[in-house]
């Protein structure tokens, strides 16, 4: 989050174990990730306050149950309530949370009252009949809101920008302000809004994962503070239609550009300052390297060793320079262990395992 949101909003940015042995109250609502995962575990409840409370209702994993009950067990921290678990319907054998009395909790139902189903239930009703009687669709989660005739001039469009909204989230360094989209070609006659929005939502399904969709990721940007700009031109230099999407960070920004080949074919064809031709989707590996003989070879061998079958594998080259960087489709995600081994490589500078949308042709 940026410095000026967080002043506008009169909040205090601290670090996880300060704010354990701050508060009296804490509650949790992050979404699951690999980067979460347990993020709440033995450290975080020593360092919070013996009188404190704590409430879960996030995920189920966010936290380690474990580490949780004996903090209740010992008396480390006064009580806790969740409404999530790591196995789901919990039983006393799951998890030995049920037996304290200084615990509470209730099943994950969610919005399970009687007035939000009721309310769901009118909603899903005029939606239906939006889409009955004019042809339009709200709120759906799986697709922007567009009329089929439009759908069907820039749908794939929409998955490469979600598609390179995930890569960019993942190669960023430090909190987003900006998003610059620029529209080239004959794609700047159409409505690009959607595409602005998958972008969106690629760019925080990495960090949000399930919690954002079509329908609210213009508005989790807008909650963020970040600048959301487009611009169109009918001309475009190498492609009939082009999207250029620069992200500007605390700590500096990254440009990204993508076209679609054939009728609906996804390409990233630039990468910051290196050229390229790749399908941004699955599990990948992106690696800079010094231009050297042998490094590829290297890498397909420490890959291979590694149990890494790699499907696709592409290659740009910095003309100014005598750096390359190495984009490569695998059939798996690389691991930790792997991608540290990768990046032990002689003429290897960085490498980074990436997770993008799987694409299917």
């Known amino acids: 989050m940026p410095d000026e949101l967080v002043q506008k909003l009169g909040v205090e940015r601290v670090d996880l174990l300060e704010l354990a042995a701050r508060a009296d109250y804490i509650s949790v609502h992050t979404p699951l990730t690999k980067d979460t995962h347990h993020?709440?575990?033995t450290e975080f409840f020593a360092a919070m306050k013996k009188e404190a409370m704590f409430v879960d209702?996030?995920?189920?994993?966010?936290?380690d149950e474990e580490a949780l009950y004996a903090a209740l067990k010992e008396g480390r921290i006064a009580g806790a309530a969740l409404d999530v678990f790591e196995k789901e319907p919990t039983t006393l054998e799951a998890t030995a949370l049920l037996g304290l009395d200084n615990f509470i909790c209730t099943p994950h139902l969610g919005a399970s009252t009687a007035e939000a189903q009721e309310n769901?239930?009118?909603?899903?009703?005029?939606?239906?009949?939006?889409?009955?009687l004019k042809g339009s669709v709200r709120n759906a989660v799986n697709v922007p809101s567009v009329s089929d005739e439009v759908l069907a001039k820039i749908g794939p469009y929409i998955t490469l920008g979600e598609m390179l909204g995930c890569l960019h989230m993942q190669i960023?360094?430090?909190?987003?302000?900006?998003v610059n989209l620029e529209f080239s070609g004959d794609l700047a006659e159409e409505d690009t809004n959607p595409v602005t929005v998958a972008f969106l939502k690629g760019l925080f399904t990495p960090i949000l994962q399930d919690a954002v969709n079509?329908?609210?990721?213009?508005?989790?940007?807008e909650e963020r503070g970040i600048r959301v700009v487009e611009s169109k031109s009918s001309r475009s230099a190498d492609f009939t239609n082009l999207v250029r999407m620069t992200v500007k960070t605390t700590e500096g920004e990254n440009m990204l550009a993508g076209t679609v080949f054939g009728t609906k074919e996804p390409r990233l064809v630039r990468f910051n300052s290196f050229r390229l031709e790749a399908l941004p989707a699955g599990p990948m590996l992106l690696v800079h390297n010094k231009d050297v003989p042998g490094v590829i070879g290297a890498l397909g061998t420490t890959l291979g060793a590694g149990g890494v079958n790699i499907s696709k594998m592409v290659v740009g080259q910095e003309e100014t320079s005598s750096r390359n960087v190495i984009l490569l489709n695998t059939d798996q995600p690389v691991n930790k262990e792997l991608l540290a081994t990768v990046k032990e490589l002689e003429h290897i500078?960085?490498?980074?395992?990436?997770?993008?949308?799987?694409?299917?042709?």
């Open 172 to 178: 960023s360094q430090g909190g987003v302000q900006e």
């Open 120 to 132: 769901v239930a009118v909603a899903i009703a005029e939606q239906m009949a939006d889409y009955l």
């Open 214 to 221: 079509f329908v609210n990721a213009p508005l989790i940007a």
């Open 57 to 63: 209702c996030a995920r189920g994993g966010v936290l």
């Open 349 to 361: 500078d960085d490498a980074m395992a990436l997770e993008l949308p799987a694409y299917i042709s």
């Open 39 to 41: 993020i709440l575990s």
